[in-house]
């Protein structure tokens, strides 16, 4: 199976032959072929094949040709001859999403990004964007977005793709019983779809529960505590946090403090502020949790209390964009530090935290370590990743790992998010990583797609 970049060409000439410049004909050898099958997604035509006289990779389509396959553009995109008579154009890259807003914000907030990514693929691949409501299943046809040279968005009709990245926005919009059997109804017709959806913390922790090399790793956690499991973790580490197993941004987190003499704290963020309370005794803390949070904590988890490596007395942490690359594998496509804001439960940036380097970050706390401590935590977070990967039985191809390094240097992962936010390449020195991590989604979906190494 042989893998060319070639140029496609519109042709206004109305018969149904192929023409391809004669360097392509003769390196796929197609002398001899009657009819090519030529295809893009899920359609194929047949026709016959000619060579011009030109140099390079050139294919010429004519309009009916190339409105029976529905292609959407004339340029460059890769060709793979997967069988002696058949070849492919693609891969046609699908990225799933939605929050509509008006027609130059299709995807609302998340427009900017799917751009920056379809960009990425430029003369390349086709990349499009799409929202749940733009495929038509009967047809097995997608109603895509495009962009134009000038960053505009257009709309061509194309064939079901061959991969599709998902970035759905919201937790409540996945768990519909719509999204589901749109799942479904992609790996049933065998179209690699990642990530599956948003992770629950107690999910993972649950996930990699009897995972001996990623416990290592993991905080001690209950899902869905009783009283009596918090006493009990509290008292054996003296602190623990307490989370909303479906939260994110910090929201509703608590940390609880044990101190034998002096009794039990609660910190937590309320109306923008931090908040600390003390109680004398235990059943005090309770009946205030409850009546903060509900009677029951079925959806929270409770997780032993790291301390954290600290800057001018603020606790730090990290967070890794990990990819799977064009080979499949696990990959740190950036680091981004956070300090947490003074008081502050998390480090979020919206809770007064701050952004660093790994770099900074560690030289300050680890000195001339920092390096080696980065090191060890990326090979965490790779094992970490595969981890997850092994435990789960869907598809993934990119997490946001949460990760802490405590002062003896181990290293502990809080939360792993399989659509995880792009915050950290905002830094002026992230960016770069930033750009990496849209060329490991392309070459992921080349990968996924068989453009690129799988099967071959
Ligand atoms: N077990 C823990 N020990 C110490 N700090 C923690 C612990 N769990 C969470 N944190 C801090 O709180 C932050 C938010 O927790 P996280 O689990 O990532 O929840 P969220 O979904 O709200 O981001 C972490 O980035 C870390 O700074
Ligand atoms: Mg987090």
């Known amino acids: 199976m042989s893998l060319t970049l070639c140029n496609v060409h519109f042709s206004d000439k109305n018969d149904r032959t192929v023409y391809m410049s004669g360097s392509l004909y003769r390196s796929l050898k197609l002398s001899g072929i ?18 011009v006289q030109r140099e390079g990779n050139h294919v010429y389509l004519s309009a ?22 058949e070849v492919q154009l693609g891969p046609l890259i699908g990225i799933l999403s939605d929050g509509y807003v008006n027609n130059s914000l299709p995807f609302g907030s998340r427009t900017g990004f799917i ?59 996945e768990t519909g019983s719509y999204i589901s059997s749109l799942r479904d109804r992609f790996v049933r017709k065998s179209i690699p779809f990642f990530n599956w959806s948003f992770f629950n913390k107690s999910d993972v922790y649950n996930l990699l529960d009897k995972d ?27 602190f623990v946090y307490f989370k909303p197993t479906a939260g994110s941004l910090g929201d509703g987190i608590f940390r609880l403090t044990y101190h034998p003499k002096k009794g039990y704290f609660a910190r937590y963020r309320s109306g923008g502020k931090n908040v600390l309370l003390r109680f004398g005794s235990f059943q005090e803390l309770m009946r205030i949790m409850h009546a903060r949070v509900g009677a029951s904590f079925k959806s929270y988890v409770v997780q032993q209390g790291i301390r954290l490596v600290e800057i001018d007395g603020c606790p730090l942490d990290f967070r890794f964009h990990m990819h799977k690359n064009g080979k499949n594998e ?29 770099g900074n970050a560690l030289s300050r706390t680890f000195g001339s370590e920092a390096g080696e401590v980065l090191e060890k935590a990326k090979r965490v977070a790779v094992k970490m990743s595969e981890a997850i990967e092994r435990n789960y039985p869907h598809r993934l191809g990119e997490l946001g790992l949460d990760l802490g390094i405590d002062k ?31 060329e490991y989604i392309l070459d992921h979906c080349l990968y996924l797609s068989r453009f690129r190494g799988r099967d071959s």
Request: charged share 30%; hydrophobic share 35%; glycine share 8%.
């Open 34 to 51: 009657d009819k090519l099958q030529i295809k893009l997604g899920r359609e194929t035509v047949s026709a016959p094949v000619k060579a």
């Open 64 to 85: 009916s040709l190339r409105q029976q396959i529905r292609v959407p553009k004339s340029g460059n995109v890769y060709m793979i001859q997967s069988a002696e008579d």
């Open 115 to 173: 751009k920056e990514l379809i960009r990425t693929g430029d003369k390349k691949a086709y990349f499009f964007a799409f929202s749940p409501r733009d495929i038509n299943w009967v047809e097995e046809t997608v109603y895509g977005y495009f962009l134009d040279e000038n960053g505009s968005w257009y709309r061509k009709t194309v064939p079901l793709p061959d991969v599709v990245y998902n970035r759905l926005p919201s937790r409540k919009a």
């Open 212 to 238: 001996v090399e990623a416990l290592r790793h993991l905080p001690e956690s209950v899902s869905s505590p009783t009283d009596e499991q918090i006493r009990e973790l509290l008292e054996k580490h003296h």
């Open 330 to 358: 696990w990959v740190t496509a950036g680091v981004g530090a956070k300090k947490a804001g003074k008081g502050s439960v998390t480090t979020h940036i919206k809770n007064g935290g701050s952004l660093m380097t790994p």
């Open 408 to 438: 003896d240097g181990d290293i502990w992962m809080f939360e792993a998010n399989a659509k995880p936010g792009r915050s950290i390449f905002k830094h002026p020195a992230l960016k770069s990583e930033g750009r990496d991590s849209l």
